[in-house]
């Protein structure tokens, strides 16, 4: 297969990339960056905004598309040009992909798309599980999916499998959470976030990354799919293991009023409120997690 992934030189990105090679896929990526080869894989500049021409002609002919394209929800304090930002890089990312989508010659018969778990908007700490088809939140992270999901349903009037995968906190130690977390634990500061009674949705970016190609590879596969472990941790379990995993204590709680003085208003919904997720239609359809359970994923995330 040919398989264009935008976004794929991101964290998740460049590890379903590499994945998909090894599997003998033509892989080629579009990114911000320049133009490149790179150990097989083809680097191919792209704006979303762009006229059609350039990049355009890679979707035309794919067997595949996936659109990992978003900047990072927590990478900055939400100003309103972040936000800005963020519903650009997902919204309208979305949208020209579906355009060329429907100008191609030869039309790509699967889109799958990120979303984030986000959707579902805060849930209370005892709160009941949610799969696929609990409604959206109304927050601005779900407000924010709820668009950019919508965006990407446009291709199903394209003849095209679409696919959507609401991904929860990926554990791996070179990039997501961990990456930020690993540094104050291993100083010996870490510790629960807020109560640490919050449910945390997370997922092994191993399990991440085969969910997203035994997706593509099972023609029967549509619509939404929860990319989370069978197992949500409170986030005082999750700290515990983290803490575990780094041979580090974990008791030094981060309050939550210093958490929002810091941050600001992204504290709440992606920081102190919990979400507790699974991954019911992945489970159905027959898909086994090689990390289900929240210790030896991060014993295994943080070697």
């Known amino acids: 297969m040919k398989i264009v992934i935008v976004g794929g030189s991101g964290f998740l990105g460049r590890s379903l990339a590499r994945e998909l090679l090894a599997k003998g896929h033509e892989v080629v990526v579009l990114t911000r960056g320049p133009a490149r080869e790179d150990r097989g894989i083809r680097h191919v500049t792209w704006e979303a905004d762009e006229e059609p021409g350039g990049w355009h002609a890679v979707i035309d002919g794919a067997d595949a598309v996936v659109n990992l394209a978003g900047a990072g929800i927590a990478d900055q304090r939400w100003s309103a040009a972040r936000k800005q930002l963020l519903r650009g890089s997902r919204v309208d990312a979305t949208r020209a992909l579906v355009a060329a989508i429907r100008s191609a010659t030869v039309r790509p018969k699967v889109f799958l798309t990120g979303s984030a778990i986000g959707f579902y908007g805060p849930q209370p700490d005892d709160g009941p599980a949610l799969d696929e088809s609990a409604p959206p939140g109304s927050d601005f992270l779900s407000t924010l999916a709820v668009d950019w999901e ?16 609401r991904t929860g906190v990926v554990l791996a130690r070179d990039g997501g959470a961990l990456q930020k977390l690993i540094p104050p634990f291993r100083f010996f500061v870490g510790g629960p976030i807020g109560s640490g009674r919050q449910v945390m949705s997370w997922i092994h970016r191993s399990d991440w990354v085969e969910l997203v190609v035994w997706l593509l590879r099972h023609e029967d596969a549509a619509g939404v799919f929860n990319a989370t472990a069978p197992q ?26 210093a958490l929002k003085i810091i941050v600001g208003e992204m504290a709440g919904p992606a920081l102190l409120a919990g979400q507790r997720v699974v991954p019911r239609r992945a489970l159905e359809a027959g898909f086994t997690f090689q990390f289900p359970e929240i210790a030896t994923a991060m014993r295994d995330a943080v070697r």
């Open 150 to 165: 919508a965006e990407a349903h446009a291709a199903s009037a394209l003849d095209c499998r679409v696919i959507i995968i």
């Open 232 to 257: 949500p941790a409170t986030n005082a379990d999750f700290s515990r293991a983290l803490g575990a995993a780094l041979g580090r204590p974990s008791w030094l709680p981060v309050p939550g009023f």
